[in-house]
């Protein structure tokens, strides 16, 4: 498919959430069709699939099989590589031609057989491998919700005009890479977390964001045996370290946890989009600090973007203190920033061969108290820190405030020092609309400072252990990069030649005013 095409099926996509724009929330029409093109997709997939298990036969299109054995068959297949089973009425291109009839001979309604679809793909999956991946993954479509129309009737009618519209729409995925549908979807989220605010940052890290992260867990790998993001939102990050590499089936594995049961049924079907295989992804519904999903896991790659500042219960949970993700480092991090603790979980995931990167806001630099005291046992203890890169502020759906990245190891190759890269200054951004957004250019000079490990004028440096030290483990970046601007000479006698010109000027036009006043007949201003 040509950059063309691709712009085409964002377009024609995104033209379909337009259709509930302004009649019910941003939230809200985000679910219900980022869930109807998911519908379709699995649809289109098990057609194409199923079409290619009838070939040879007397019926090679799957829409007309009707024998019971031939289906039981398919069925069986189809939950073995699809993960998933769907019989021939119910596909996206059957119910929407349903929406279609002529309601004055017949009936469009169509509510209760998508819903009795949704329920049934749940259901499919019931005792095979693939349950815990589509269990519940359709509950934020409710489509008895008075929020897409106060009647049934209303209701349907908003329903059918979506899946009308959708079926317009070839996603021709026996011709193209699997990752383009995958694509365009990871393009309407991004469209809805513009538009979503404050709540964006819930389920979104902007794309640019997200390449930093990925390209750095990924420098000097061909293949990745797992990546884990503790915080996953859409799953969008986990993803973006896959496209570091030539497929995504160069990551072996992926794993998540997820808080917000929206974001994580989000997460599922992400992660099925881009056609990553249901045995290879592991996304859990859970608090991550109180309630970790893989605690005895290790991840080669480790990316986050935890909520910044979060509230935990620290010590007022006593098995925070002899938990082994925190007891190590003196102190719990404060209960109402629980940054650092997000930090020591990552830790304790990340392999001995592994790399850590996280977006966290600025704070995590210079705070004191328990914050530091567990900052320097990373960095004097353990020695696990590897960078400090400094973001542009308001590149974040929802916060305006500064945030960095910072990257740890468990074995550095370079052990005796930590790169500083301070990418906020104008010259690394560009402004879109409200925001702040790094260019492609902005995100290379990171990786290749970073990569390359160099020191450059108002830019980067690379500071030894040492000095870090001098600095009572204070890892504020101006401390470090020296970005301060002098101020061209001022010339004073040249100043005041000047001014003394001006005072000359100025009583040459006070006597032009006089002139006018008194053949105006009119007072002075003076």
């Given at each position: 498919m040509s950059e063309e095409q691709r712009k085409l099926l964002e377009t024609q996509l995104w033209g379909i959430a337009n259709l509930l724009r302004g009649k019910i929330s941003a939230d809200d029409y985000r679910d219900y069709i980022l869930g109807f093109i998911f519908y379709k997709y699995l649809s289109e997939k098990?057609?194409?699939?199923?079409?290619?298990?009838?070939?040879?036969?007397?019926?090679?299109?799957?829409?007309?099989?009707?024998?019971?054995?031939?289906?039981?068959?398919?069925?069986?297949?189809?939950?073995?590589?699809?993960?998933?089973?769907?019989?021939?009425?119910?596909?996206?291109?059957?119910?929407?031609?349903?929406?279609?009839?002529?309601?004055?001979?017949?009936?469009?309604?169509?509510?209760?057989?998508?819903?009795?679809?949704?329920?049934?793909?749940?259901?499919?999956?019931?005792?095979?491998?693939?349950?815990?991946?589509?269990?519940?993954?359709?509950?934020?479509?409710?489509?008895?919700?008075?929020?897409?129309?106060?009647?049934?009737?209303?209701?349907?009618?908003?329903?059918?005009?979506?899946?009308?519209h959708l079926d317009k729409i070839d996603f021709q995925l026996d011709d193209i890479e699997a990752d383009v549908l995958g694509d365009a979807y990871e393009y309407l989220i991004a469209k809805f977390a513009a538009g979503a605010g404050k709540s964006a940052g819930e389920f979104y890290t902007p794309q640019q964001v997200s390449k930093i992260l990925a390209k750095i867990v990924t420098v000097g790998k061909t293949k990745l045996k797992s990546v884990y993001d503790p915080t996953c939102g859409s799953g969008s990050l986990l993803l973006r370290v896959a496209r570091e590499f030539n497929k995504v089936t160069d990551v072996s594995e992926f794993y998540g946890q997820e808080l917000n049961r929206t974001t994580y049924n989000l997460a599922r079907m992400n992660m099925i989009l881009h056609d990553v295989h249901f045995a290879n992804f592991n996304i859990q519904q859970e608090d991550t600090l109180e309630n970790p999903q893989h605690l005895e896991k290790r991840f080669e790659a480790v990316v986050a973007n935890p909520p910044f500042s979060a509230h935990w219960k620290s010590d007022q949970n006593p098995l925070n203190s002899t938990d082994e993700r925190f007891s190590q480092y003196g102190k719990l991090a404060p209960k109402?920033?629980?940054?650092?603790?997000?930090?020591?979980?990552?830790?304790?995931?990340?392999?001995?061969?592994?790399?850590?990167?996280?977006?966290?806001?600025?704070?995590?630099?210079?705070?004191?108290?328990?914050?530091?005291?567990?900052?320097?046992?990373?960095?004097?203890?353990?020695?696990?820190?590897?960078?400090?890169?400094?973001?542009?502020?308001?590149?974040?759906?929802?916060?305006?405030?500064?945030?960095?990245?910072?990257?740890?190891?468990?074995?550095?190759?370079?052990?005796?020092?930590?790169?500083?890269?301070?990418?906020?200054?104008?010259?690394?951004?560009?402004?879109?609309?409200?925001?702040?957004?790094?260019?492609?250019?902005?995100?290379?000079?990171?990786?290749?400072?970073?990569?390359?490990?160099?020191?450059?004028?108002?830019?980067?440096?690379?500071?030894?252990?040492?000095?870090?030290?001098?600095?009572?483990?204070?890892?504020?970046?101006?401390?470090?990069?020296?970005?301060?601007?002098?101020?061209?000479?001022?010339?004073?006698?040249?100043?005041?030649?000047?001014?003394?010109?001006?005072?000359?000027?100025?009583?040459?036009?006070?006597?032009?005013?006089?002139?006018?006043?008194?053949?105006?007949?009119?007072?002075?201003?003076?």
């Open positions: 098990q057609y194409i699939y199923a079409n290619g298990l009838l070939e040879g036969e007397d019926i090679t299109d799957y829409e007309g099989v009707e024998d019971l054995e031939t289906l039981s068959a398919i069925e069986e297949e189809s939950l073995l590589t699809l993960g998933y089973f769907l019989k021939p009425q119910e596909l996206f291109s059957q119910v929407a031609r349903k929406g279609k009839a002529d309601t004055e001979t017949q009936s469009n309604y169509i509510i209760e057989d998508l819903q009795n679809v949704m329920n049934h793909i749940e259901q499919s999956t019931m005792g095979t491998e693939s349950e815990d991946d589509f269990n519940a993954l359709f509950e934020d479509l409710d489509l008895s919700s008075t929020k897409i129309g106060r009647t049934v009737g209303a209701r349907n009618e908003v329903i059918v005009n979506i899946l009308t109402t920033k629980a940054d650092f603790a997000f930090v020591t979980h990552m830790i304790h995931h990340l392999a001995d061969n592994g790399t850590m990167a996280t977006v966290l806001p600025h704070g995590v630099l210079f705070r004191g108290a328990a914050e530091g005291v567990i900052r320097k046992y990373l960095i004097k203890e353990l020695n696990y820190l590897d960078a400090v890169i400094g973001l542009p502020a308001n590149i974040f759906y929802g916060t305006s405030i500064p945030t960095c990245i910072l990257v740890f190891k468990k074995c550095r190759k370079v052990d005796d020092n930590v790169i500083f890269i301070d990418a906020s200054g104008s010259d690394n951004f560009i402004k879109n609309g409200n925001q702040n957004e790094l260019r492609d250019s902005d995100v290379e000079n990171i990786i290749t400072t970073y990569t390359n490990r160099e020191t450059r004028e108002k830019y980067s440096y690379v500071a030894t252990l040492d000095e870090i030290a001098e600095n009572d483990y204070n890892l504020n970046i101006p401390r470090y990069v020296d970005t301060f601007e002098e101020e061209d000479d001022i010339d004073l006698d040249e100043m005041s030649r000047k001014l003394k010109q001006l005072d000359k000027d100025l009583a040459i036009t006070n006597d032009e005013i006089v002139v006018f006043c008194k053949a105006l007949n009119i007072p002075t201003p003076f």
